[in-house]
């Protein structure tokens, strides 16, 4: 029952509050950005969706668009602006997922949506994690984020798959406050986020 109806509900009212409580913040933080980024203020990508379905994932710029004289981007690291270090470890660059949640893309506490080209890349048990909204946080995020290895993220987005519950989301949304609160797990040690995901040698 929960799944069906209950997440909905909760992801609706959360998200619509708290885009009323943030909006002059992200008013506020418009004209920075747009001076700092060189105009550019939102980033958008595609990601995979509920049963791999494509959808725009929204966020607010970090990044600069510098490339190298043949035009390929500087590594993310160096593209990675002051301003944009801070939105980051605050996690207020996920603001603008509140809008992907009341568009019905993400729910509150699901997996982390990743990358459409790790799609082909994943085992069909890691696949299963695609049964179940994404999520703006999810079990992996509050048991270490970005300092979990690729096979621990995607054991506990099976976990979580598998134990969908108003008790393990209300559990998750508190974890999560804590832990942007002091800013744990922002990045893999040596990368501005996270290594690429090329595939797991063996079946979790």
Known sequence: MYSKYGKRLLDITVAGSGLLLSAPL????????????DGGVFFRQQRPGLHGRLF????????????????????????????GRWLRRLSIDELPQLYNVLRGDLSLVGPRPLLPQYLPLYS???????????GITGW?????????????????????TDNV????????????????WRGNGIHTPGYATAPEFTGSRTEI
């Open 26 to 37: 992200l008013l506020a933080l418009v004209p920075l950005l747009y001076v700092v980024n």
């Open 56 to 83: 725009y994932l929204y966020k607010l710029q970090t990044m600069t668009t510098a490339c190298t004289a043949t035009g390929w981007p500087l590594p993310d690291a160096q593209r990675l602006t002051r301003l």
């Open 124 to 134: 069909p048990e890691q696949a299963r994690r695609h049964r179940v909204q994404p």
């Open 140 to 160: 992996a995020q509050v048991q270490g984020r970005n300092n979990l290895s690729w096979e621990q993220k995607f054991g506990y987005d099976l976990w979580y």
């Open 165 to 180: 519950s108003f008790k393990t989301d209300l559990r998750i949304l508190l974890k999560t406050l804590k832990i942007v």
